[in-house]
């Protein structure tokens, strides 16, 4: 599409969905795109609801514009395209027919033709006309009574599935203004004359079979960055991530730093580098849908503590104010400071607005502060505890995510992989590249995993030792020894219990299911002579119960680091790692042993499951894990070693049924999983591997996941994987 005049401002995260690069195959670089074709029709709205007759619009399947032949919509609004089946869903952009160089535009949207059955078809339905990227569902829904009048406002799904069929699948969306509240529901539109048929069998759900309605609710936000004396981080290259999508941008001279976000969102992930220091914030309120009170515009400027009174004293005693707690002594200025980017004792910096933006200015705030407050000499201790400065009270690290994109000729040498093995997921990079080419198939689809998900647990219960260290760290010797496990519960456990609480498949549960138990994970040993910090490590206990669940899987012992690492930590860790979006990742929220009640999401392969993953998201983690950034990579690199003493992988042990050699790789290190299916889901064992492989010619590495496999079919798995490498390494001297 040679006039398309819009650059390539974001980037899909590995969290969004779908997360692969080439769906189906459909992609120029498989053998065949003609194959199985089918149609769905799409009408596009702006970002009110109104219809846009002739609008411009990009289709894509990965990286690939599939609608090259019909760049516009007709004289309804309607898109027609043809896809293969395969493709469960697209990427949409879209403008006007004169494509205006406007903030607003393109309109971005991940579109799903499959909508699915009962829940899933309303969570998707609502997706497509725009209200997704909320904390919760609960808040998109809410967002969409509010919008359209519906009474009472109860955030509940199923109150809105008459009107999502029809605003949706009969493109009746009505045009009205997304700022608007109306007292009265609005009435939906007359349904648009039928789309153009290309004469294709329709693909899509829905109760007008193959045809949809999206509208793309993404405004403009701006953040201003700072540095480590709260001065705008002039320059600094800068990486957001909201609601599946990824930014890499550079501050202006004011450190302001522009990105669209969906309406309903509230929080964003940040990272940024200036002159050489690394400052990082997970869930920087950027406050969409309500007026900001000093509590919010507080935490934005580094003042974490739990109750409005705690941030008012932090605020003041930093200031040099009398300490009154009283928020009326600091409104105007924390007011002052937050929105219009005053520092106190300075002079204004600049503020700044959207221009030719419908959106006003006062429903959100138009500079969100996200800095961190750490004083510079502890920034030569925090660096010894990982690469990536944090701030010290916060339970979730962020830490290096990698960032995948289907490689042609990787790809290329596993063509007939899901002709062979269509039930089969498989993940592929190449991790010895700094570029890590990838391929996947049936790559973001959830299964059960069995007990490969215990490296769920040897994760995230990494990444609690390393937020506790950082927090030891940050309090120095304030905190006597024996006292520092119950203040990192105090500063942590709320931010795990919101975090885990805004899923729903989380709901309800104790606390005690949610929370870390700390003072059985962790021992302190007290600083001694010159030593500035207490020394924090897992206790014998949970060292032991890791080398057990790792070594010989042990259920018994994967119960103990599960239950020491809380169902709700786990959760966040992975969400914050940007392995867990929706209903679609990593997902442990089963013990092994029934002791705690089993927390459940979707599965493809069993229905639902409470140990889960997609094999996107599994080979993501171990890129993690193994990365020479990450803080503890030599420990779970030993502990991942380790699974291989009684549990060898399936692709390359020789004693293993079915497979009969390595063919010049070998098992660096890894997880297995094997159980059976709910009966009525076949009743079967299925077979799940993590793996790093090493080609022992060149010392090239992969990371390797595949999951739903039968033992029938591993021989198979194993000839295709380790063939398909070996021709790739050959392809790619």
Not at 59 to 78: F, K
Not at 574 to 584: C, E, K, P, W
Request: hydrophobic share 35%.
């Amino acid at each position: 599409m040679s006039n398309w005049p819009y650059t390539e401002e974001a980037t899909e995260t590995p969290s969004g969905k779908p997360s692969w690069d080439c769906p189906g195959g459909d992609c120029s670089c498989h053998v065949s795109t003609q194959s199985d074709p089918y149609e769905f029709a799409v009408m596009l709205c702006d970002e009110n609801g109104a219809k846009m007759p002739g609008a411009r619009c990009r289709v894509l399947v990965g990286s690939r514009v599939i609608n090259e032949d019909t760049p516009n919509a007709d004289g309804s609004g309607w898109i027609s395209v043809v896809v293969s089946s395969q493709v469960p869903s697209v990427l949409l952009e879209w403008a006007p027919a004169s494509t205006p160089m406007d903030e607003r535009y393109p309109y971005r949207l991940r579109y799903h033709i499959a909508l699915g059955q009962g829940k899933q078809a309303s969570e998707r339905r609502l997706a497509n006309l725009g209200f997704f990227g909320g904390p919760s569902l609960r808040d998109n829904v809410t967002v969409f009574q509010r919008q359209y009048g519906l009474s009472p406002v109860t955030g509940e799904l199923f109150d809105i599935e008459d009107e999502l069929r029809t605003f949706h699948d009969e493109a009746r969306l009505p045009n009205v203004p997304a700022d608007q509240a109306p007292a009265e529901p609005v009435p939906a539109d007359a349904p648009p004359p039928p789309p153009t048929s290309a004469g294709y069998t329709k693909l899509g759900d829905g109760q007008v079979p193959g045809q949809g309605t999206a509208r793309s609710d993404m405004v403009p936000r701006q953040m201003r960055l700072l540095d480590f004396e709260q001065n705008p981080a002039v320059g600094a290259t800068c990486q957001i991530q909201v609601a599946g999508w990824r930014y890499d941008k550079v501050a202006d001279g004011n450190g302001v730093t522009q990105f669209r976000a969906p309406r309903a969102a509230s929080a964003c992930l940040a990272d940024w580098q200036h002159e050489g220091a690394k400052y990082s914030r997970q869930n920087a309120d950027i406050l969409a849908h309500h007026q900001p009170e000093t509590f919010d515009r507080l935490g934005n400027l580094g003042y974490r503590q739990v109750t409005l009174e705690e941030r008012v004293r932090a605020y003041q005693h930093e200031m040099g104010h009398t300490i009154t707690g009283n928020q009326d002594d600091i409104a105007e200025q924390v007011k002052n400071w937050h929105d219009g980017g005053q520092k106190p004792g300075s002079s204004p910096q600049e503020k700044r607005s959207f221009a030719g933006s419908n959106v006003q200015l006062a429903s959100f705030m138009p500079h969100v502060h996200v800095p961190v407050r750490i004083p510079p000499e502890l920034l030569k201790a925090l660096s010894t505890v990982g690469p990536v400065v944090l701030s010290p009270v916060g339970p979730f690290l962020m830490v290096k995510q990698p960032f995948y994109k289907t490689d042609p000729t990787l790809a290329a040498q596993f063509s007939t992989f899901a002709t062979q093995l269509p039930q089969v997921a498989l993940s592929i990079t190449e991790f010895s590249n700094p570029k890590r080419p990838y391929f996947g198939v049936n790559d973001d689809e959830e299964h059960f995993s069995a007990s490969t998900c215990k490296s769920i647990a040897l994760f995230t219960s990494s990444l609690l030792l390393m937020a506790v260290r950082r927090f030891a760290v940050s309090v120095g010797l304030t905190v006597p020894a024996n006292k520092l496990l119950g203040a990192a519960a105090a500063k942590f456990d709320q931010d795990i219990l919101t975090t885990a609480r805004a899923h729903s498949s989380l709901q309800p549960a104790s606390d005690s299911d949610l929370l870390p138990i700390y003072a059985s994970a962790f021992t302190v040993t007290a600083a001694t002579g010159t030593e500035p910090n207490h020394t924090v490590d897992f206790s014998t206990s949970m060292l032991n119960a890791i080398d057990q669940m790792m070594g010989v899987s042990s259920n018994n012992d994967s119960k103990t680091v599960i239950h020491n690492t809380g169902f709700g930590y786990i959760h966040g860790a992975v969400v914050h790692a940007g392995l867990f979006s929706g209903n679609t990742g990593l997902w442990l929220a089963g013990d092994y042993t029934g002791t705690r009640t089993a927390r459940r999401i979707p599965a493809v392969n069993d229905g639902d499951t409470a140990q889960g993953a997609t094999t996107r998201t599994f080979v993501s983690m171990l890129d993690m894990a193994l990365d020479a950034t990450f803080p503890n990579t030599k420990f779970l690199a030993d502990k991942l070693a380790l699974s291989r003493i009684q549990h060898a992988s399936w692709l390359t042990d020789p004693n293993r049924v079915h497979v009969h050699q390595a063919k010049g790789f070998s098992d660096e290190r890894g997880k297995i999983g094997d159980d059976v299916l709910k009966v009525k889901f076949g009743g079967h064992k299925v077979y799940s591997e993590i793996i790093e492989l090493k080609h022992t010619t060149t010392s090239r590495r992969f990371l390797v996941s595949y999951q739903n496999a039968r033992s029938r079919e591993l021989s198979t798995v194993a000839a295709l994987v380790l063939d398909g490498l070996t021709a790739y390494i050959a392809a790619t001297p």
